[in-house]
Each structure stands twice: as C-alpha cells, then as structure tokens.
C-alpha cells in the first residue's frame, strides 16, 4: 500500500521534527512573546498613568507590607524620612543609555519607622570599571517623591559582596530589596522608589522606559505563522507522496512509463523487418 511510506524511517524522522517544531510555536514560543506583549502594555499603561497621576503617600498606594506590581508600578508616592548612608548597595553591571554603571541603593527610614529602599539613580564607571565618586545622600529627614518599582531576581540567588575589587563597598548583581535587607540587616518594606530628577539624594536619574508596544505581539504572530507553515509544507509532500512517483518510491513500487507513440510504431516496424529477414 502507498501508506506504507509513512512507517519508513526518514519520513518517521521529518514527522517527528516538524511536529515537535510546531507544538513549540503553538505552547512555548508565541504564548511567551504574548506574554512579553501583554507585560509591555500594562507598563505602558501604568506608565502612562503616572505622568498625570499626582504623587500619593506611600501608604495610600501600597499597605504596609504589600509589594509594587501591576496596576502599582511607576506610580509616584511621596515618602518622608532620613536616609541610613552607612547601609548603603551599589548595584553592578548596570547599563544606562547604552553605557555601564552603577545603581545606588540607599536605604531610608520613614517617619513611622518603616525601612523603604530608594534607588539613588546611576553613576558611571572609572578608568578601572570602578565606581566613580558620588555625592552622599542629604543627611536629617527629606521628602522625596519616587516611583514605586518592583524587585528585581537574580537566578543564581547572590547575595551583596565587598572586597578588594570592590573597594570595601557593597554590591550587588540586582536592585532587590531583599538583598540589601540581608547585606544591611534590615527590615526593608517589599519593592523600591525609584527617584526622578531634582528630588533630595537623586544622581544620575535613570531614564523611564519608551512607551511603544515593541515587536512582540509580531513575534508571536509570526511564530504561529512558522508552526502552521511546517505542517501544511508537511501535509503537501504527505500527498505528494500518496501519488505515483514520489520521492520515496522505490525502484520495485515505481509505475511503468507508457510508451509513446513514436516507440510503440518504431517497435512494430523492427518486429516486421525481422519477420522480412
């Protein structure tokens, strides 16, 4: 039978590639660019949001204990209190406008008593790929107004380290507030505040993100487009195949050609000729 081709180990081998190929698109590779599109538009929204949104107390937008996300990140809270320089992170291998730096990452404690982190903004490298010197935060109680920031995860779970290369000074590999808690032996509240240009302590204030939608719903849409463009190219040559003279016929399954006309009369006249001699 002509199905018996669909048992034969190369076409058993293609199968299997462009199915798994497929099932990827379908699963794994356009709902992850779905969800990167859809994490883009609500920080856009929030974004948005929060240029004509005026600053609200720290408490109002986030209870005690609750963490930046969502509808919440970006949002400008205003924060009173004095910041606590001698436990101060740097964050490490940062890059800001397409150049390395560092982030600063100042804890500071509100006039209730609660430890939040403030995100100083950034400094630029030295000569050595070192911290270069930067202003030390106000000292006594300021007010600040900063954006509420969700905490960032390291996947390899380092904690903050200083030494030699460092300087003594504390770093870290993400602005997380779980990190400097541990590395400053504080209680530092979930999140950070990022803060905007002009406001007490700030350095270099770091650049808000663009609010375009990026390329990733086209990436998904794509990657649905790859995975049924494999299987209908499957499906094609699978018919192809099911007809007389495909690609993996063999010599033994191949169909006799039919004889034209030509060679049928051409036949006849050697057959009489011999008959003559």
């Known amino acids: 039978m002509r199905l018996r081709f669909l048992l034969k180990p190369g076409w058993l081998a293609l199968t299997a590639v462009v199915f798994t190929f497929a099932i990827c698109c379908f699963t794994l590779l356009s709902p992850w660019q779905f969800s990167r599109n859809a994490e883009r538009e609500q920080q856009n929204s929030s974004l948005e949001a929060s240029f004509t949104a005026p600053p609200v107390p720290l408490a109002q937008l986030l209870p005690p204990g609750t963490a930046p996300g969502g509808k919440t ?20 291998l940062r890059t800001v406008q397409g150049e390395g730096a560092f982030e600063v990452l100042t804890p500071l404690r509100t006039t209730d008593g609660t430890v939040v982190l403030v995100d100083r903004g950034y400094v630029r490298l030295d000569s050595k790929s070192g911290v270069l010197p930067y202003a030390p935060p106000p000292a006594g109680i300021v007010q600040v107004t900063a954006r509420a920031r969700a905490d960032e995860t390291d996947p390899k779970h380092r904690d903050a380290f200083a030494d030699a290369s460092t300087g003594g000074q504390l770093q870290s590999y993400v602005v997380d507030s779980r990190v400097v808690a541990r590395a400053a032996k504080l209680d530092i509240r979930p999140g950070y505040f990022q803060l905007d240009a002009g406001q007490p302590g700030v350095l270099g204030a770091l650049p808000l993100p663009q609010t375009d939608s990026g390329p990733f719903l086209s990436y998904a ?32 399954e191949a169909p006799t050609r039919r004889k034209s006309v030509a060679e049928i009369l051409a036949e006849d006249e050697l057959a009489e000729s011999g008959h003559q001699k």
Not at 73 to 92: C, P
Not at 230 to 245: D, H, I, N, Q, S
């Open 221 to 252: 849409l794509q990657w649905i487009a790859f995975g049924a463009m494999a299987l209908l190219g499957w499906l094609y040559f699978t018919v192809r195949e099911l007809k007389p003279g495909g690609a993996l016929t063999t010599s033994s």
């Open 73 to 92: 990140e970006w949002h400008l809270v205003s924060i009173t209190g004095q910041y606590l320089a001698d436990k101060e992170v740097v964050a490490r």
